[in-house]
Structure formats: structure tokens, C-alpha cells
């Protein structure tokens, strides 16, 4: 950004809070701003965005959470400036020592972050029974989608590689498809009579580049303008599942992750059962196989192979995570039954 640019759209702002920049660094949607009074970031976000993004801030502050790099006010005690298309606001450049690689601190400030936000909500049951069936209704047609492509597959006389490749992943997509309905039912079956959630305020964009670390070790929320309220899956799933979006591995750090989150903010039986349903889910791979099926040849059978391939890891490898919690639990719930049955032995003696 040349001086007179960043002059013109910094400069206004700025005054706002009795700022005189020197220099500013461009980061796409962050400014780094050298000025008389230290080194600033300068967010920019969609006016949109900015009301709800402003009161989840202030509700967390006022609930003591404050492991969110701090916002400054202006001049006149507002949190963010309205400039042309866009709404702004000002933080302190916090320089990103990540001391904590696998993401330990940032889950649990996750979990103080749910903790100190969670509530109770009054849920519809009649929207409760529209989401279980719609639900059911797309993994069925997911299931009847899989079962006529293979059987397209196994007509050909010369299959693709592409289709050989499917076939040979079909069982274990069907497998992962029929436990997360499973998971899912059993969901429904615990909870149909219940008339309250958990609801928290979710971060929205969960991600090591936004848990910035200070020099003393401490750790920060950056990026909260998609926070909301929502069910603490909806922070978990997408981060986990990115993770996993890797080459072949057993994830024991995934796992470690989830139950070092689980320390400080333990899911209820029902979260757990959605969360199994929702992670096992094998979306990526049933799309992938859509797209091959909709595209009109000639089709590029080393792109499509090489993302089924890709698909297919991702599957693995959260096939490993969730058979690993489900076991762990299994072994939970099977030591409260043995000490259970062992204390009421020693009652009845």
C-alpha cells in the first residue's frame, strides 16, 4: 500500500482514536499499524457482521472471559468505525509466538469460552421431529445415491479407474453412512422428550491462525465475527475434521484433543451421540462421487481419482478418531458399572 493510499483510507479512521499513523503493512483484511502511540492491527469486516459481532464481545468480557485480544474503544466509547463499505476496529499487533503447537491451550480456552457462555434454551419439538426426518431423508437418499452407482458400475464392460477405485471403497463408505445414522437415531431416541439444549457461544472459525500467543505464553481469540449461538459441536467438528484432512495416520492427537477439551467441558451423553453422527458423516466422499457421477465426459479420471483418494484418507482417518472415542467410552461406562455393582455388593454384605 503506497503512502497516499493508505494515508486516504487509514488517516480518517485512525482519528477516531487520536491516532497519527507512520506506516502501515497490508495483510489483506488486517492493517499492521505503525504509529506515535505503538504498533496497532486494523481489522476491516462487513457492516453486516459487526452488531452481533460486537455484542458477543462484550457479553464474553462481561462473563470474565478475556482471553480475546482486546478491542479499543474511540474517542467517543464506540468498538468499531464505519468507513465506506466497511466497518473497522482496532487491536493491539500481537506478534504470534505459538508455543502450544497441538493446540492444547487453544482447547481449553474453547471450553472456558462454552463454559462461561453455555444456557439453556427451550427447543420446539416440532422442529426438533422436521430436522430428525429431513436428516434421515438425505442420508437415505446418500444411501440409494451410493447403492445405484455401484451398480452402474459393476454393468460396465471396461470400468474407469475412477469407478474400479469406488467400488473397491464402497462397503466402508456404506459402513461409515449407516453408523452415523445410527449415532444419529440414537440422538433422537435420548432427546425427543427433552424440552431444553445447550446452546454457548461458538467462535465460528475455529483455527490455530486464529489463537494468537503474547510474549508471556498467554493465549488470545482473534477472528469472532462469525460467532453465534449454537450447539459447542458446531466449534469441534470442523476443526477436528480439518485436522484429519490429511494423508493416511491414526490421529491419537485428535483425540487427546477432544478429551482435553472434554476436561474442562464435558459433553452431555446426547452431544456425544451427535457429535459421533456428525463427525462420522462421509459427506466428502459421497460429493466427490456426485461430481463425478453429474460431470458430462470426457472427464479427467487423474483429477477425480487423485480427490477420491484424498476422500477416502479423510474417511479413514476419522473412522480411526471416532472408533477410538467410542471405545474409550465404552470402557468409561463399563469401570462406573463395575464400581457401581461393586458398591452395592459391600452395601448388601
Not at 17 to 36: A, L, R
Not at 200 to 207: A, D, E, I, Q
Not at 293 to 306: D, I, L, M
Request: charged letters at 25%.
Amino acid at each position: 500500500m503506497n503512502d497516499s493510499n493508505w494515508l486516504e483510507t487509514i488517516g480518517p479512521i485512525l482519528k477516531h482514536y487520536q491516532i497519527e499513523p507512520q506506516f502501515v503493512e497490508d495483510y489483506g483484511s488486517i492493517q499492521k499499524i505503525y504509529s506515535n502511540k505503538g504498533t496497532f492491527a486494523l481489522k476491516k469486516i462487513s457492516p453486516a457482521n459487526g452488531t452481533d459481532f460486537i455484542r458477543h464481545v462484550h457479553f464474553l468480557y462481561q462473563k470474565g472471559f478475556n482471553r480475546i485480544v482486546p478491542i479499543y474503544p474511540t474517542m467517543d466509547g464506540r468498538y468499531a468505525v464505519l468507513h465506506g463499505q466497511y466497518l473497522y476496529y482496532l487491536m493491539p499487533w500481537m506478534t504470534n509466538d505459538n508455543r502450544d503447537p497441538q493446540s492444547h491451550q487453544l482447547f481449553r480456552e474453547l471450553a472456558r469460552l462454552h463454559t462461561l457462555s453455555a444456557k439453556e434454551i427451550t427447543i420446539n419439538k416440532e422442529e426438533r421431529i422436521e430436522h430428525y426426518e429431513k436428516t434421515i431423508q438425505q442420508l437415505d437418499k446418500h444411501q440409494e445415491f451410493l447403492d445405484g452407482f455401484i451398480d452402474v458400475c459393476e454393468r460396465q464392460a471396461y470400468m474407469s479407474p475412477f469407478e474400479l477405485l469406488f467400488c473397491l471403497y464402497y462397503n466402508e463408505i456404506s459402513q461409515a453412512l449407516r453408523f452415523s445414522k445410527a449415532k444419529f437415531e440414537e440422538w433422537y431416541e435420548s432427546t425427543k422428550e427433552n424440552e431444553k439444549a445447550r446452546m454457548v457461544v461458538t467462535h465460528g472459525k475455529l483455527s490455530p491462525d486464529h489463537f494468537l500467543f503474547d510474549e508471556r505464553g498467554y493465549g488470545y481469540f482473534i477472528n469472532f465475527e462469525n460467532a453465534t449461538y449454537g450447539s459447542p459441536i458446531h466449534d469441534l467438528l470442523p476443526f477436528i475434521s480439518r485436522t484429519l484432512n490429511s494423508g493416511p495416520k491414526r490421529s491419537d492427537e485428535s483425540v487427546d484433543l477432544v478429551y482435553h477439551y472434554f476436561k474442562y467441558f464435558p459433553f452431555k451423553d446426547e452431544e456425544k451421540l451427535l457429535f459421533y453422527s456428525y463427525l462420522a458423516y462421509p459427506i466428502p466422499i459421497i460429493q466427490t462421487v456426485e461430481k463425478y457421477y453429474r460431470k458430462q465426459r470426457p472427464k479427467n479420471e487423474f483429477k477425480y481419482v487423485k480427490q477420491l483418494q484424498q476422500r477416502y484418507w479423510h474417511l479413514k482417518n476419522t473412522e480411526y478418531v471416532v472408533m477410538r472415542m467410542t471405545e474409550i467410552e465404552a470402557q468409561q461406562q463399563a469401570k462406573e458399572a463395575a464400581a457401581e455393582q461393586a458398591k452395592e455388593g459391600a452395601q448388601e454384605q
